[in-house]
C-alpha cells in the first residue's frame, strides 16, 4: 500500500546546525509530497510541498527536493533555530482527489 | 479570519459518556476531516466530509459518528467513550483533498478515565 516512512525521533540539536530529517515514500503512482510543521500546543501547517519529480519546495529557509528515483523527500535546513522545535510530518498524496497519507513525525529539539 | 476553530481545548470524560467535540471554518472550504494523533501513530483520519450532507468513513471510524449539516460545522461524537478514545484531536479543512492545503484547528486533547 502506499506509505510515508521517516525517521526515528527525537532529534536533537544544537542551534545554527545543519538539520536533514529523512523521508522516504511507498506509492503506486507519482504522488505530491509534503512537509508539515506542528508546533507545541498547536495544530499542523503546511511548510512546504513538491508535485512532482525533482521539483524543490522550499519556505522558512527549508527545503526539501522530491527524488523520484530514489523516492525520498528528505527535509534540509542549513542552521536551525530553537524556534524551529517542532514535530515534523512528512505526507503524501496520489492524486487530486486522494487522501493525504501522514508519517508518524519527528520531534525536533533545539538547544540554545 | 479565525481560521479553525475547535472547542473545548481540554476534556475528562468517564468510560461510558458521551460528547461531541466541535470543529468550525469561515474559509468556505469544502473539505473537513477529523484526526486523532497519538505516540508514535502518527495522525489517523476518523472521517471525513466533501460537502455538505456528505460525509464517509476513514482510517480508524469505530465509536465516532459525524454530520455535515453545514459547509461551516463538522462535530464529532463519541458515543459511549472508552479508554482507548483517549488521544488528542485535530479536525482540519481544505479547498479539496489531494494536493490542496490542509488548514488544521488547534486540537482537543481528551482523557478518558
Known amino acids: 500500500g502506499n506509505s510515508v516512512t521517516q525517521m526515528e525521533g527525537p532529534v536533537t540539536l544544537s542551534e545554527e546546525a545543519f538539520l536533514t530529517i529523512n523521508c522516504t515514500y511507498t506509492a503506486t503512482g507519482y504522488p505530491s509530497l509534503f512537509w508539515y510543521v506542528q508546533y507545541p500546543g498547536e495544530g499542523l501547517q503546511l511548510l512546504l510541498k513538491a508535485t512532482k519529480a525533482d521539483d524543490k519546495g522550499s519556505n522558512k529557509g527549508f527545503e526539501a527536493t522530491y527524488r523520484k528515483e530514489t523516492t525520498s523527500f528528505h527535509l534540509e535546513k542549513g542552521s536551525v533555530q530553537v524556534s524551529d522545535s517542532a514535530v515534523y510530518f512528512c505526507?503524501?498524496?496520489?492524486?487530486?482527489?486522494?487522501?493525504?497519507?501522514f508519517g508518524k513525525g519527528t520531534r525536533l529539539h533545539i538547544l540554545p | 479570519n479565525a481560521g479553525v476553530t475547535q472547542t473545548p481545548k481540554f476534556q475528562v470524560l468517564k468510560t461510558g459518556q458521551s460528547m461531541t467535540l466541535q470543529c468550525a471554518q469561515d474559509m468556505n472550504h469544502e473539505y473537513m476531516s477529523w484526526y486523532r494523533q497519538d505516540p508514535g501513530m502518527g495522525l489517523r483520519l476518523i472521517h471525513y466530509s466533501v460537502g455538505a450532507g456528505i460525509t464517509d468513513q476513514g482510517e480508524v471510524p469505530n465509536g465516532y459518528n459525524v454530520s455535515r449539516s453545514t459547509t461551516e460545522d463538522f462535530p464529532l461524537r463519541l458515543l459511549s467513550a472508552a479508554p482507548s478514545q483517549t488521544s488528542v484531536y485535530f479536525c482540519?479543512?481544505?479547498?479539496?483533498?489531494?494536493?490542496?492545503?490542509?488548514?488544521f484547528g488547534p486540537g482537543t486533547r481528551l482523557t478518558v478515565t
Open positions: 482540519a479543512s481544505s479547498l479539496g483533498q489531494g494536493i490542496h492545503e490542509q488548514y
Open positions: 505526507a503524501l498524496t496520489l492524486n487530486r482527489d486522494d487522501k493525504i497519507i
